[in-house]
């Protein structure tokens, strides 16, 4: 079984500076994957960045990077020069490996909602 | 608009009615997925679609939720005599047959029995 944990129930951050967002995981896949979503109120889930467990370098996509420290089971979500339009909340989730039907499913975190101060 | 379209984007029933939701994958897509999430925590997996073969199913889908994908492309799932605890948000997404399987999201039906 997979889990998601995620420690942060509300993170506060100043317009500009830079935010950690914590995300911890447990499987025993030999190879899985690593995703972050971000969830406005509208409610949509919208995708943000993708880890895969045998890549050598951390994710990056335009602000946002992935901290992935595979010994400790960890995939922190940075988000560089906080805009206000990030807050939202965030939910980490991974699948297990792939070759079969139920390895394709994610499993979420309860996720952290993220309140950017002007 | 190329993106996964769910509808309605509200439902509103009273508790015993059936009610019906419709996914609209990206259509290169062949793989849909179905999640239900409540107040406060993250999604949970239903049900899984590749093409038009139905591949796994949560035990959260008890046997008053049907879901179907008749032609591999849209697909509806449908709660019978609804109850209170049935109230979500639910949630279709679809990924294309590369390593990542990236599954992008719809904005989601909510669904409210009274």
């Known amino acids: 079984a997979q889990k998601i944990t995620q420690t942060q129930p509300g993170m506060f951050v100043q317009e500009k500076e830079a935010v950690t967002l914590d995300c911890t995981y447990d499987t025993s896949d030999p190879s899985y994957g690593l995703f972050w979503y971000k969830q406005p109120s509208s409610g949509e889930m919208i995708f943000l960045i993708y880890?895969?467990?045998?890549?050598?370098q951390n994710a990056t996509e335009g602000r946002y990077s992935l901290n992935f420290q595979k010994a400790r089971k960890s995939a922190n979500l940075v988000i560089s020069a906080s805009q206000l339009g990030d807050s939202a909340m965030y939910f980490c989730?991974?699948?297990?490996?792939?070759?079969?039907?139920?390895?394709?499913?994610?499993?979420f975190g309860k996720g952290t909602l993220l309140t950017v101060n002007p | 608009d190329t993106g996964v379209s769910q509808n309605p984007r509200h439902k509103i029933t009273k508790r015993g009615q059936n009610v019906t939701f419709r996914c609209d994958p990206i259509?290169?897509?062949?793989?849909l997925y179905w999640y239900r999430q409540t107040l406060g925590q993250g999604p949970e997996f239903l049900t899984y679609f590749q093409n038009e073969a139905q591949l796994e199913k949560s035990r959260l889908l008890s046997d008053r939720f049907s879901a179907e994908r008749p032609k591999g492309s849209f697909s509806t799932l449908e709660i019978q005599r609804t109850e209170q605890g049935d109230s979500a948000m639910y949630l279709c997404?679809?990924?294309?047959?590369?390593?990542?399987?990236?599954?992008?999201f719809g904005a989601g039906t909510r669904l409210s029995v009274l």
């Open positions: 259509s290169e897509h062949n793989r």
């Open positions: 989730a991974m699948r297990g490996s792939r070759g079969g039907g139920s390895n394709y499913k994610l499993t």
């Open positions: 997404a679809t990924s294309d047959p590369d390593g990542k399987n990236i599954q992008y």
């Open positions: 880890q895969g467990s045998y890549d050598q």
